[in-house]
């Protein structure tokens, strides 16, 4: 098949194949790195802490420089560079014989994420017209929330059959289909020429001139941005302490596996109605719904912690944790769109692994400001105090209405 022959709607279902093989390839990442150690490599507790810390460094840390060098090289041939990595590390992982072994293959791991997400950002851009777009990202999301409530039954399944380290064959499976696929996905697609000089005083300059440039994005990207980021840390705060929380109002670790996939049933059911009913409506709309919902169900969740705790039962945290999951997924829907159709394209890369590396700062924060809220106020106060930053993001995102409607389309 020739690749200029690809209609736009049959590469719109070849990215759209890719992205979910990576989603679940992530997925399946992150379920074994933190049960492998335990249950094959003996770790201990701060061995695992010290794994999951390399796993996210890389997107905290070096990502912004990354995105200097994204936004002057081909994303094509970086994104085929990150899933080969992403598959040759996995083989690599699955079979490391100590912890100090499979620690740093999780953090070469980390550095090849961050290579393939940012580098498929700007891939989407020039991929998907920005008429798709809301459609392309409602049902990659509707796919993506099935693999995260379908991936730890499926690892469990095949624990049966292999050791659990070796699950990661299945990681490795899905990101070498991506890079079969990659190669047929570029074809046809025309890709701006940049400037490939990549000396160090020279990304060192244009690192500052991108952060200088953030002042001048477009007023509902930055916007959208900082609303991202406010989530982040107010899930961040919260969710780490969620199961403890849930233990001692008595519940078990069941309870806590149905609010979990209530918050995906969420997500699902958000997309879903994105790509049904709302596929014609702009991201603004999509972002502000989204924070609407998402800040009634934790505003909800902190009255009821707070004042009649009486009243917190099965119903209720599968009720709200649905809210939850529900608001979060359209929001996060319209973000996407946001940064795809805001952001200058010379500058994608740059702000995309930005934010990545900003909002990583908030969820790594966040646990430790909500462990010494429960140390210090007592257990309800993370929500409180989630509670009080999900409403200043509602009044925030009302308040803005009138500037991001000029802005966003």
């Avoid at 791991?109 to 997400?117: D, F, R, S």
């Avoid at 008429?131 to 499926?154: A, C, H, N, W």
């Amino acid at each position: 098949m020739n690749g200029e022959n690809i209609s736009s709607k049959n590469r719109y279902w070849l990215l759209f194949i890719i992205q979910t093989l990576a989603g679940f390839a992530s997925w399946i990442d992150i379920f074994l790195i933190f049960s492998v150690p335990s249950f094959v490599l003996k770790s201990t507790p701060a061995d695992i802490a010290v794994v999951a810390a390399l796993y996210g460094i890389p997107s905290l840390i070096i990502g912004p420089i990354f995105g200097v060098i994204l936004d002057r090289s081909d994303p094509r041939k970086l994104m085929l560079w990150g899933a080969i990595s992403r598959s040759l590390l996995t083989v690599g992982i699955a079979f490391a014989p100590s912890i100090e072994v499979f620690a740093a293959l999780v953090f070469a791991k980390g550095l090849a994420n961050m290579i393939y997400w940012p580098s498929s950002s700007i891939v989407t851009n020039q991929t998907i017209d920005q008429e798709s777009r809301i459609s392309y990202f409602s049902i990659l999301s509707v796919s993506d929330q099935l693999t995260k409530i379908g991936t730890p039954m499926l690892a469990g399944l095949l624990a049966f059959i292999v050791p659990s380290n070796y699950i990661f064959l299945a990681s490795a499976v899905a990101t070498t289909i991506c890079t079969i696929m990659l190669p047929l996905l570029f074809k046809g697609v025309d890709f701006p020429v940049k400037s490939d000089i990549r000396d160090v005083r020279s990304i060192f300059k244009n690192l500052v001139d991108g952060f200088q440039s953030f002042s001048s994005l477009p007023h509902g990207l930055l916007i959208s941005i900082a609303m991202s980021i406010g989530i982040s840390l107010t899930l961040a705060i919260y969710d780490p302490h969620l199961a403890s929380f849930i233990s001692s109002k008595g519940f078990d670790a069941a309870m806590f596996s149905i609010i979990v996939s209530s918050t995906g049933a969420g997500a699902v059911a958000a997309a879903m109605i994105v790509r049904i009913f709302f596929k014609n409506k702009n991201a603004n709309f999509l972002l502000r719904s989204g924070v609407i919902f998402f800040s009634m169900a934790v505003i909800a969740v902190a009255l009821i912690v707070s004042l009649t705790p009486q009243h917190l039962g099965k119903a209720s945290l599968i009720l709200l944790w649905f809210l939850n999951g529900f608001g979060y997924e359209l929001f996060a829907i319209g973000a996407s769109v946001n940064m795809q159709n805001l952001c200058p394209q010379n500058l994608l890369g740059r702000v995309s692994t930005s934010v990545r590396s900003i909002s990583t700062t908030a969820v790594v924060i966040g646990p430790s400001l909500g462990a010494w809220l429960i140390s210090n106020a007592g257990r309800e106060f993370p929500f409180i105090v989630s509670a009080i930053l999900a409403l200043s993001l509602t009044i925030f995102s009302l308040f803005m209405k009138s500037s991001t409607s000029r802005s966003i389309t």
